[in-house]
């Protein structure tokens, strides 16, 4: 039996919360309460168009990407369906419910898919910066100066194609680096989605926003992970929101339902039925309120 030295137990960080000082660690139901212009649950639907290059490449592989020998043209194909037929239908959808979304878009949709990312911006929709293309990776073992360089290139393109700078940034698979957040900053970014410890948003301490979207949520973890059919997703996904209805009424403070939609998943003729459903269901509810992203984190800033 090996005998370890005390000081392996002792580490000068360790605190209440997080080992850290990237932001002010609390529970949420310490903090004072939060309004919504309407309703008590904020519904914020982030949709991620994506485009995967036929062969993976960075540290890891992206979910979703190609995972047959090259040239895998059924699973790149299947992917493209997301962005030329089940994308336009999610613009349908949100059309006929009346609701906004946030559209998190590789710099590489905005330039392939000019038509597509036109029609988001028409349709009041809001543009997130999520990285070059799905092989825009980041992780800790990125230089820094590489990492800045990869999110300075996403920003601009998508600017430069979209007409539109992005506000939000989503990363891929929701990875960071440890310089990712003051990059982040420098870039003039107000917020990032990739941490999902909350169901709030909350600052860090350069001051940028997290606004979490937790992937257990996502229509790619039910049903494609979890394999579950499109109305056992959209049954979650209402469940989820008469549970935060309900404690938001007993608390008196908002709460948030983030619903993260994959074009090529729940865009199938035989899934996307589930969705309009669910969107009518909730939009007619008197405590739903849907907004885009940056909605959300401009009515919770000008409240903390």
């Not at 909350?202 to 979490?212: A, D, H, K, Q, S």
């Not at 309900?246 to 996307?272: C, D, F, Q, V």
Request: aromatic content about 10%.
């Amino acid at each position: 039996m090996s005998v370890l030295p005390d000081s392996y137990t002792q580490y000068s960080k360790r605190r209440e919360g997080y080992d850290h000082d990237l932001y002010a660690w609390s529970n949420m139901h310490a903090r004072p309460s939060i309004t919504w212009p309407e309703g008590s649950v904020a519904v914020w639907l982030c949709v991620s168009l994506e485009w995967f290059p036929i062969t993976p490449g960075g540290p890891f592989t992206a979910p979703g990407h190609m995972v047959t020998p090259y040239p895998d043209y059924r699973h790149y194909t299947a992917r493209d369906y997301g962005n030329r037929v089940g994308a336009w239908r999610f613009l349908d959808a949100f059309e006929k419910a009346g609701v906004k979304a946030s559209f998190a878009a590789n710099a590489a949709i905005a330039e392939r898919y000019p038509e597509l990312v036109a029609a988001v911006s028409a349709g009041g929709h809001e543009i997130i910066a999520h990285s070059t293309d799905m092989n825009g990776t980041i992780d800790s073992t990125l230089d820094p100066a590489a990492e800045r360089a990869l999110i300075a290139e996403a920003m601009e393109r998508i600017e430069r194609a979209s007409g539109v700078r992005p506000t939000g940034w989503l990363s891929i698979a929701r990875q960071q680096s440890f310089a990712t957040l003051d990059i982040l900053k420098e870039q003039g970014l107000t917020y990032c989605c990739d941490w999902v410890n909350d169901e709030l948003p909350y600052r860090f301490t350069n001051g940028l926003v997290n606004l979490p979207l937790n992937h257990e949520l996502s229509d790619r973890q039910i049903i494609t992970v979890q394999q579950k059919s499109a109305d056992s997703w959209a049954q979650s996904m209402r469940d989820a929101f008469d549970w935060l209805a309900r404690e938001a009424k007993e608390s008196g403070g908002g709460r948030m339902l983030p619903i993260h939609l994959t074009p090529y998943i729940m865009g199938l003729p035989y899934r996307i039925g589930a969705l309009e459903c669910l969107l009518a269901d909730l939009a007619g509810r008197e405590e739903a309120w849907f907004a885009r992203g940056d909605r959300i984190v401009a009515v919770w800033e000008a409240q903390t």
